[in-house]
DNA sequence: CATATTTTGTACTGATCCGCATATAATTAG
DNA sequence: CTAATTATATGCGGATCAGTACAAAATATG
């Protein structure tokens, strides 16, 4: 929007930093360690930036983990449903899905970082109310785009009409949110692979019963 | 252990507090508001006992943390053998751990607070090598619980033999850890019920298929 | 070229952090 | 009753924390 490649310059000295970089490298910053641990001088390194220049780019340290949360919601919304749009059998979906999931939680520099949100967010979300609505609104958000992807499963016959969706879709969220905590702790692909092509397996095998 | 009820009192001045009591404490008090947040201002205010005290007991902070997240998993180890133990089918077992797990992780004084281990322990899992391995240890003790609870369904003929018990075991710790996370976003008892029937009836159905 | 405006860089501030030094209190051993 | 031992209580100290003041640098405007 107003980094530094784009046209519309200001009056004063230019930006010498892109925002959606700059972003970026914050939200690794608070991935791998959290927001608590994760101080100013963290993100100082992390960014490039000196520290005025970030107070009055994004505002104090708290603006800022949100606007890195804000950020990595967008990715995370356009990557699924990007994944999610590819016309394929809903088992061949679900296993891209958990293959993704895998790849992305068991990446990082300094070791297996997991989820973004639950990485970070859970620990905060009791005692502050922004980040604690803003995970509600991250989980809302990706278990609108499973419900989407089981209901066009639902019309194109690969699931029955009383199969449960939103809460196939919320299982599908908990899976996943359950990976991201695996990784963290340790686990290797296959573990987290196996996961996801058993609750893949379950929804299907649990709806292959009634082929009348 | 050596707390001030037990008998074996030593030489100098008797302690003036219960060990596992004050690991309690100092166990909510991490629950709230996670490891690196908590300080240990924090910590001597929540335990009633003074700093030389808490470091003389326990060590430091992080000291504290392990002993907590140790009788965090023995009590959890404890009432989860209790509740697994009982004599009732698959589907009612199943049901109790999750309605359990559905009022543990909405429970706290400031707020939902989901699960300890989810909660503390998964932020500090990457840069922290010790809770990491703990981490890893209290998920795999859970596995074993509920592979053990799933094998006993399996001899009684509640599942096939061509079940995947270890997964099946793993997909529970699993939705337990998406609860936990969906709880401490704040989510009401309903959808957390509804997450634990929905994989309850997902395994069932599943297996319920070929009735010969 | 001079001035206004915005960003960058250095350094600082008061608060809070964790851990410990020192002194007092309470108990047992002799 | 005296000495030894352990726990409690107060308070300190260096390090780090988040946030900001101030000056130098870089651009646009006139």
């Known amino acids: 929007m107003d980094d530094v490649s784009n046209t519309k310059r200001g009056r004063g000295r ?15 910053a608070f991935w791998n360690g959290g927001y608590a641990a994760t101080s100013l001088d963290n993100l100082v390194i992390a960014t490039g930036l000196n520290r005025p220049s970030l107070y009055s780019a994004f505002g104090d340290k708290h603006a800022l983990y949100m606007a890195a ?3 990595a919601l967008q990715d995370t919304v356009a990557t699924l449903s990007d994944l999610l749009s590819i016309d394929e059998p809903l088992q061949q979906a679900l296993m891209r899905l958990f293959a993704l999931a895998t ?3 068991r990446t990082g520099e300094t070791g297996q970082r997991g989820c973004f949100f639950i990485s970070t967010a859970v620990v905060e979300a009791v005692g502050d109310a922004e980040i604690r609505e803003s995970l509600r609104l991250a989980l809302d958000e990706m278990d609108r785009l499973f ?9 194109v016959g690969e699931l029955p009409t009383e199969a449960d969706i939103p809460i196939y879709a919320k299982l599908t969220t908990a899976m996943l949110n359950g990976m991201a905590v695996r990784a ?9 692979t196996r996961m996801g092509r058993g609750l893949t397996t379950l929804i299907l095998d649990a709806n292959a019963r009634q082929n009348d």
């Open 103 to 105: 790849d992305t939680y």
């Open 69 to 71: 949360f804000t950020k």
């Open 184 to 192: 963290r702790a340790g686990a290797d692909a296959q573990t987290l």
């Open 14 to 28: 230019p930006r010498a930093f892109d925002t959606q970089n700059v972003l970026s490298r914050a939200q690794d």
């Open 147 to 155: 419900e989407d992807r089981f209901l066009r499963a639902q019309r």
